[in-house]
T-cell receptor, first 112, second 114 residues
């Protein structure tokens, strides 16, 4: 079945460091891919998305490229800030849009 | 600008008690869903609905009931709570379609079953 596997955490980085959180997926057909972010005590909110192969989603300095050949959607940011500390979830949705599948989440802490 | 509203935010139950988690959205979304979030397991889909009168099971439906009598509301019922249902519950909604839309989440309901 469809599924998402993402890098285990927690991840601790110094401010201005480079961030990569790996995400790979298994899906039939052509899913849409998402990164969601969850700040402490809040619900999830969409960070970025890509709906077809080779699309790049970007927002707030974060980027991820939909790679069909490697079934990946890795999240990157060139220079993290303390305010980026949160839990990041990779997710996919099926062609029908009726099912969303989430990874287990990666906790990021950025220290000054 | 309410979006998705969940109540209550916190609840403590004793084993065997029943309760309903409420979820309402004001965005006219056809699709609504319930997830539970547990440490190390991410988000797991409990039930979902693609419109009024239509519901379906997700990955972990046992012990939970849902109904969808209106577009706006999607309550989650625990008929006989068990300690294994201690979790944080999220309601989420989106427009139906090809799956390209984003899910909008409520702030969560933290349930403890003693």
């Amino acid at each position: 079945g469809d599924s998402v596997t993402q890098m285990e955490g927690p991840v601790t980085l110094s401010e201005e460091a480079f961030l990569t959180i790996n995400c790979t997926y298994t899906a039939t057909g052509y899913p849409s891919l998402f990164w969601y972010v969850q700040y402490p005590g809040e619900g999830l909110q969409l960070l970025l998305k890509a709906t077809k192969a080779d699309d790049k989603g970007s927002n707030k300095g974060f980027e991820a490229t939909y790679r069909k050949e490697t079934t990946s959607f890795h999240l990157e940011k060139g220079s993290v800030q303390v305010s980026d500390s949160a839990v990041y979830f990779c997710a996919l949705s099926t062609n029908t849009g009726n099912q969303f599948y989430f990874g287990t989440g990666t906790s990021l802490t950025v220290i000054p | 600008n309410a979006g998705v509203t969940q109540t209550p935010k916190f609840q403590v139950l004793k084993t065997g008690q029943s309760m309903t988690l409420q979820c309402a959205q004001d965005m006219n979304h056809e699709y609504m869903s319930w997830y539970r979030q547990d440490p190390g397991m991410g988000l797991r889909l409990i039930h979902y609905s693609v419109g009024a009168g239509i519901t379906d099971q997700g990955e972990v439906p046992n012990g939970y009931n849902v109904s969808r009598s209106t577009t706006e509301d999607f309550p989650l019922r625990l008929l006989s709570a068990a300690p294994s249902q201690t979790s944080v519950y999220f309601c989420a909604s989106t427009r139906t379609g090809r799956g390209t839309g984003e899910l909008f989440f409520g702030e969560g309901s933290r349930l403890t079953v003693l």
